[in-house]
């Protein structure tokens, strides 16, 4: 394996001002080495990753870093900046900048190795070393860990001897992580597990869990910063890292024997149900990096106080922030949006497969026997009925799936039960998504007050088990049955009546506010608040024609922000960078396939033109839609379900009005200020929007 990091990739007189600069410069570095195959591809990776969450640590350090298809080998480049610049950390800027490049495929040892450095840039004497060090040759061979900081800092020659008690190479720290991961410390000098204390008695005991988006850096950053804090404080602290490289488990001994919990993550802790019933305080991973001490002293005040967590920590795992300071309302959009995403590919499969029976079978299938009692190989009308039985089945868990992970993002696993047993009596007392809605809601709040209940020990392990599902199926079952579904119900057939009725300009009004919301966030939650009205309306084996043109409005308007970029940046290019230029050719099929995201990139390098363009132009498809009265069965594909519309010519002007409404704007807009220098914008969204489209995801709500 090639070195990852040679003076060639180190640049101690960093001129950049802006973080997309300096990730700029040390990319262009890694490109001449080979190390980098495509610069703009890489530097969209990057911008991905920062928009995630800011890389900027306190200290002065910035770790810009991603994984990604165009790089070829796990490489870092490094840069020093006199000026500062700012990655986003409360202290200021950084004068110090890993540009952290791993392959797609990086495989266990290069992880091991990365992550080794993340420690390293938590030891002050490391980061002092880095300032102090004046040749490029040398500077490598300290990241490398060829050099220990107390050589790099002094005048002694190449070899002297790292002092004691000293990190002094990646060797030492990978076998630090590696020890952590297992469930033990290693020795650097004074650490927790000596400090007994003079009476003899055992230090307090932590165990922690640390995980990050990417999995490169601040996962070990963070515990790391969490060790040093138990050394300083005198109690043991032991660290789980579930990194990129995979993790180990803790020893369920070790667990057992801890008196309190630490998660500092932005992903989902695995197996979360080990630590229950201890004293837990649950962040973000910054927060495990930045104030280690005061996390210490928190759940050591929750273990005096004997406050325990029931089953799992409190929090959203879907969407979480580890922002404990969210208002009701930024919660309330998490738990919706937790439901509507595990939701949406039933919608997908359901929708087409029925579309799919409908135009293999005709508008009749739905009047088939089961395929079950008759099935002919050879008629292609067995093969539509097929097709849209599987499809109602499909559709048949929509509001279920709906209420059972709205109340699993209130509560986790637990609200699951609860969660699924509402929304399935929704579907029985016929109160539809409204119910579901409510549903999760409820069963989320049931569970979350029966885990506040402080439980013997005894009773805890059969509390996610038997305990939690009994009593909240049954409250919810209750509540349900009895007290608000048919309120609920009574509403869902209004709302439906409403929109049987809705004709001439009241359609159109419907269309237009429809296109507004679809554009609006290009994916986020009005967004999506849109595409579930339109999809829960076509949930049923027969929708009403009024359902079908609502869908068919808001497929349509989520076609127009995607496909307008990529004309206006056709037929004006010089008004965009070389990267939007380059987005916009990505663009046509995104929105051509009902991927909304495709605009985000534009939408986020110029947000006050893009984005009300995009509004303008998806109301005047939305509205011409419905009024030219086309209609839509499946709730995705974009145009490869045009044979499925109704009135499919119309259906393309309407669209073809909207792009073209939008693209007039933003070229007007545009050439209204200053041409952006080559180089800079848009870029932030393209690897999530790229591993929606290979996943198959429907993303465009």
Known sequence: MSEMITADLVDLDLSAETKEAAARALAERMVTLGRVTDLEGFLADVAAREAQMPTGLDGGIGIPHCRSE????????????????????????????????????????HLTILSSLARQLMNAEFTSALRAVDDAAAAAALIRGDESPAAAASTAPEGTEPTEGSKDSVAVSAAASADTATGTTTDTGDTATADTGASGERPFRIVAVTSCPTGIAHTYMAAESLENAGREAGIEV????????????????????ADGVIFAHDVPVRDKDRFAGKPTVDVGVKAGINKPAELITEVRGKAARGEVSAGSAPGTPVERSGDSTEGYGTKLRKWLMSGVSYMVPFVAAGGLLIALGF??????????????????????????????????????????????????????????????VGGAISLTINAGFLGGLAAGLIAGGVVIGIQKVKIPAALRGIMPVVVIPLISAAIVGFLMFVVIGKPIASAQKGMTDWLNGLTGTNAVLLGALLG????????????????????????????????????????????????????????????FTETERENGKAAWVLGASFISEGAIPFAAADPLRVIPSAMVGGAVTGSLSMAFGATLRAPHGGIFVVPLIGNPFLYLIAIAAGVCVTTALVVVLKGMRKQAPEGTGAGVADTAIAAKVDSKEPVAA
């Open 70 to 109: 165009h790089v070829t080998e796990p490489t870092l480049g490094f840069g020093r900046s006199a000026a500062g610049i700012d990655f986003g950390a409360p202290d200021g800027p950084a004068d110090l900048i890993f540009l952290i490049a791993a392959p797609a495929g990086a495989d266990d040892a």
């Open 238 to 257: 032991v660290v789980e890292t579930q990194g990129s490289a995979g993790f180990t488990r803790l020893d369920p001994a070790v667990i057992a024997a």
């Open 359 to 420: 135009a293999i079978g005709g508008y009749k299938i739905n009047k088939a026997p089961s395929v079950m009692d008759h099935f002919m190989w050879l008629q292609a009308d067995s093969w539509g009925a097929l097709f849209f039985q599987i499809g109602v089945v499909s559709f048949g868990f929509l509001v279920p799936v709906l209420a059972g992970y709205i109340a699993y993002g209130m509560a986790d696993r637990p609200g699951l039960v609860p969660g699924f």
């Open 516 to 575: 507004l919301m679809m554009c609006f966030d290009l994916g986020g939650p009005v967004n999506k608040v849109a595409y579930t009205f339109a999809t829960a309306g076509i949930a049923v084996a027969s929708p009403s024609d009024s359902a079908m043109k609502i869908m068919a409005a808001v497929m349509a308007a989520g076609m127009v922000p995607p496909l307008a970029m990529a004309l206006a940046t056709t037929v004006r290019g010089k008004l």
